[in-house]
């Protein structure tokens, strides 16, 4: 593939995006959680290919993207507690896992053979703009190479994909940071967090009366975000560390100081727009030490993303 397009989120840079998704080509886009790699969802040719692009394993699903409520009906069904949520969340970064309808005509590929696929309505107003113009479902990973620290700007997606997809548009850096919180249901319609991201347990419990089930221990990946070893910078990664040891660069979060900080006032809010766009800074560093984030609001999702990036690497 020839060098990726580097397209600007106006009126021309959306239409000439969503001509290429049209076309089967790769575009990623920004979303206020971090950059998708964006297909159309509904031709098979075209999700494979963010499947090679990404080398991403094919039994790990897609989240479809779609502009509004009513096209996300047109794929899934939307009931029950699943609809208080999206209403009180979308457009924002909540995936709902949710069943397909059996006229969905959204590729297998994008569900790894499920009868469920995860789904949102991505507040950002380029990926708003694109969806709109697009008018179809888009499955839209991370734009990054799988398994490697998620892409917060146009450059990070480009550091790892260029020449491997159409184009990037690209409208800046992204706000919340993280990826979209993923909810599924038992079957008792009850919800069961299954990824924490910018919606936090408390939001929900905010708007349901009661927190979210954990995810299910040891259980078959049901989602995106479930592989243990995910978000991994090149180098190793120590958690929980007050200071640094011998090689290590450390990133600081609160009174615990660091070559940088994920916020020195103790801002969860800006420590996750922080998080992937400081492991990016520290790709190359042969270790990385991090300060302790409290398992609270945001925190329980920063957490998530720095035990993946700690984990044993296959």
Same mark, same amino acid.
């Given at each position: 593939?020839?060098?990726?397009?580097?397209?600007?989120?106006?009126?021309?840079?959306?239409?000439?995006?969503?001509?290429?998704?049209?076309?089967?080509?790769?575009?990623?886009?920004?979303?206020?959680?971090?950059?998708?790699?964006?297909?159309?969802?509904?031709?098979?040719?075209?999700?494979?290919?963010?499947?090679?692009?990404?080398?991403?394993?094919?039994?790990?699903?897609?989240?479809?993207?779609?502009?509004?409520?009513?096209?996300?009906? %047109?794929?899934?069904?939307?009931?029950?507690? $699943?609809? %208080?949520?999206?209403? =009180?969340?979308?457009?924002?970064?909540?995936?709902?896992?949710?069943?397909?309808?059996?006229?969905?005509?959204?590729?297998?590929?994008?569900?790894?053979?499920?009868?469920?696929?995860?789904?949102?309505?991505?507040?950002?107003?380029?990926?708003?703009?694109?969806?709109?113009?697009?008018?179809?479902?888009?499955?839209?990973?991370?734009?990054?190479?799988?398994?490697?620290?998620?892409?917060?700007?146009?450059?990070?997606?480009?550091?790892?994909?260029?020449?491997?997809?159409?184009?990037?548009?690209?409208?800046?850096?992204?706000?919340?940071?993280?990826?979209?919180?993923?909810?599924?249901?038992?079957?008792?319609?009850?919800?069961?967090?299954?990824?924490?991201?910018?919606?936090? =347990?408390?939001?929900?419990?905010?708007?349901?009366?009661?927190?979210?089930?954990?995810?299910?221990? &040891?259980?078959?990946?049901?989602?995106?975000?479930?592989?243990?070893?995910?978000?991994?910078?090149?180098? %190793?990664?120590?958690?929980? $560390?007050?200071?640094?040891?011998? &090689?290590?660069?450390?990133i600081g979060f609160g009174p615990v100081?660091?070559?940088?900080?994920?916020?020195?006032?103790?801002?969860?809010?800006?420590?996750?727009a922080n998080l992937f766009r400081m492991?990016?800074?520290?790709?190359?560093?042969?270790?990385? =030490?991090?300060?302790?984030?409290?398992?609270?609001?945001? &925190?329980?999702?920063?957490?998530?993303?720095?035990?993946?990036?700690?984990?044993?690497?296959?």
């Amino acid at each position: 593939m020839s060098k990726t397009l580097r397209l600007t989120a106006d009126p021309d840079g959306i239409a000439r995006a969503a001509a290429l998704l049209g076309d089967g080509a790769l575009v990623a886009f920004p979303t206020e959680t971090v950059y998708g790699l964006g297909a159309d969802a509904r031709n098979d040719q075209a999700v494979a290919g963010i499947f090679a692009a990404k080398g991403r394993p094919q039994f790990n699903p897609l989240i479809v993207h779609v502009a509004n409520r009513d096209l996300a009906e %047109r794929h899934v069904a939307l009931t029950g507690t $699943a609809a %208080r949520l999206a209403e =009180a969340f979308w457009p924002g970064p909540l995936t709902l896992v949710l069943p397909l309808r059996p006229d969905a005509g959204i590729a297998p590929l994008v569900t790894a053979g499920l009868g469920t696929v995860g789904i949102r309505v991505p507040a950002h107003p380029a990926a708003q703009a694109l969806l709109t113009k697009f008018g179809g479902p888009v499955a839209a990973p991370s734009a990054n190479p799988s398994g490697r620290i998620s892409p917060t700007a146009a450059d990070h997606v480009l550091a790892g994909l260029d020449g491997r997809i159409g184009a990037v548009l690209d409208d800046g850096p992204c706000g919340v940071g993280l990826e979209s919180t993923i909810v599924g249901f038992d079957e008792t319609g009850r919800a069961r967090l299954l990824r924490p991201g910018g919606i936090t =347990a408390e939001d929900i419990a905010g708007v349901l009366g009661e927190r979210p089930l954990p995810p299910e221990a &040891g259980g078959k990946i049901t989602s995106p975000g479930q592989l243990l070893s995910h978000y991994a910078p090149r180098g %190793r990664v120590r958690l929980n $560390a007050t200071a640094p040891e011998d &090689g290590e660069v450390m990133i600081g979060f609160g009174p615990v100081p660091g070559d940088t900080s994920l916020s020195e006032s103790g801002d969860l809010a800006e420590a996750a727009a922080n998080l992937f766009r400081m492991l990016h800074l520290f790709d190359t560093a042969e270790a990385i =030490a991090v300060a302790p984030v409290p398992e609270e609001g945001l &925190g329980a999702a920063i957490n998530d993303r720095l035990r993946r990036a700690a984990a044993p690497r296959n």
